[in-house]
Structures are given as structure tokens and as C-alpha cells.
């Protein structure tokens, strides 16, 4: 079935650093990769998406790229900050036609930043 | 304020004792989903709905069940419970199809014994 592989499961890097999260997917049919910031005891929440017809998307320090052809896209995150530190989590899903569709989640990035 | 609320919040229960987890919405998005939250497991969609009426299973639905008969409420319901569905349940609501921008609920921790 289908499957979004995500790399590394934990990451730390020295403030300031930047950081690298990678993902993975399986259906060739996935055209949209939302990314997600879940802080401990907190709700998931949107920070950046991509959407198949375009190779590279950024929000100030955060950016993410997609590679079709490998079927990988990665988060990058610069100029690490203390309150970036959080689960990252990916995400593909197929959009067909009008409708909804299923969307499967990558397991997920521990980053800590130390200050 | 817009929101997303579940009930409850926290619950403990023995297996086969069958539950309901209700999820509102009040943003009128006809888009809605149930996740479970697992240690390592990442969030796993269990359904989803795209309207009233309109369901349709996501990665995990064995030992779930769920309805759409308003467009606000996308109640989650456990017939017969088991230790293997303890877990982080979210309930979300989206405007779009691609579940993008989703508006997550707080959660319910569930505990099966």
C-alpha cells in the first residue's frame, strides 16, 4: 500500500544551524506534501505545503523541496531558534479529480535545537 | 473562534465496552477526518468524510466505525474496544480536499484495559 518514509526520526542541532528532514514516498499518484509542527501536548499545525508542479516552495525560514522523479521531498529549516524545536511530520496525498482522498503521514521528526 | 472540539478529553475504558468520541466543527468545512497518534507510528488517518453522508476509509479502520449525518459533528465510534486501540486520537476538519490546512481538535487520550 501506500507509504511516506521519514528520515531522520530524531535530529539535534546547535542553535542557529540549519536542519534537514527527509521524506520519502511511495504512490506515484501523490501530488500535494503538507508538513507539520506538533509541540509536546499540542495539536499538529500546517507550517509549509508543495504541491507536485512546483520544485521548491519557502516561508521566510523555512522551505521545502520536491523531487517527482525520485519521489522525495525535503523540510529545510535555517537559522534554527529555540521554538523550532518540535515533531516534524510529513505528509503525501493523491488528490484526484474534485475529491478527497486519503493522505498518509510520514513517522515523524524529533528535532531539538540546543542553545 | 473557530474550532475544532472533541470529547472527551481523556478516557479510560475495559475492552468491549463500546464508545463514542464526538467531534465538532464549526467552520462549516465539509471536509473531515479521524487520526490515530502512536509512539513512532506517526498520525495514521482511520476515516474520513467529504460531506454529509460520504465516508470512506483511510490506512487503519478495522475496529472503527464512523458517521456524517450533520456537517458539523464526525462522531468516532468503537464497537468492541481492544488494548491495541489505546492510543492519541485527533479529529480534524479541512476546506479543501487535499487536507492541507487542516484544523486539528486537542485530542483524546484513550486507554483500553
Known amino acids: 500500500g501506500e507509504n511516506v518514509e521519514q528520515h531522520p526520526s530524531t535530529l539535534s542541532v546547535q542553535e542557529g544551524d540549519s536542519a534537514v528532514i527527509k521524506c520519502t514516498y511511495s504512490?506515484?499518484?501523490?501530488?500535494?506534501f503538507p508538513w507539520y509542527k506538533q509541540e509536546l501536548g499540542k495539536r499538529p499545525q500546517l507550517i509549509i505545503d508543495?504541491?507536485?508542479?512546483?520544485g521548491e516552495k519557502k516561508d521566510q525560514r523555512i522551505a521545502v523541496t520536491l523531487n517527482k522523479t525520485a519521489k522525495h521531498f525535503s523540510l529545510h529549516i535555517t537559522e534554527t531558534q529555540p521554538e523550532d524545536s518540535a515533531v516534524y511530520f510529513c505528509?503525501?496525498?493523491?488528490?484526484?479529480?474534485?475529491?478527497?482522498?486519503?493522505?498518509?503521514f510520514g513517522s515523524g521528526t524529533r528535532l531539538s535545537i540546543r542553545p | 473562534e473557530a474550532q475544532v472540539t472533541q470529547n472527551p478529553r481523556y478516557l479510560i475504558t475495559v475492552t468491549g465496552k463500546k464508545l463514542t468520541v464526538t467531534c465538532s466543527q464549526n467552520?462549516?468545512?465539509?471536509?473531515m477526518s479521524w487520526y490515530r497518534q502512536d509512539p513512532g507510528l506517526g498520525l495514521r488517518q482511520i476515516y474520513y468524510?467529504?460531506?454529509?453522508?460520504?465516508?470512506d476509509k483511510g490506512d487503519v479502520p478495522e475496529g472503527y466505525k464512523v458517521s456524517r449525518k450533520e456537517k458539523r459533528n464526525f462522531p468516532l465510534i468503537l464497537e468492541s474496544p481492544s488494548p491495541n486501540q489505546t492510543s492519541l486520537y485527533f479529529c480534524?476538519?479541512?476546506?479543501?480536499?487535499?487536507?492541507?490546512?487542516?484544523?486539528f481538535g486537542p485530542g483524546t487520550r484513550l486507554l483500553v484495559l
Open positions: 480534524a476538519s479541512s476546506p479543501d480536499t487535499t487536507w492541507g490546512t487542516q484544523y
Open positions: 505528509a503525501a496525498s493523491p488528490k484526484r479529480g474534485s475529491s478527497a482522498s486519503k493522505i498518509i
Open positions: 468524510s467529504m460531506n454529509v453522508e460520504v465516508t
Open positions: 508543495i504541491r507536485s508542479n512546483v
Open positions: 504512490d506515484s499518484a501523490s501530488n500535494y
Open positions: 467552520m462549516n468545512h465539509e471536509y
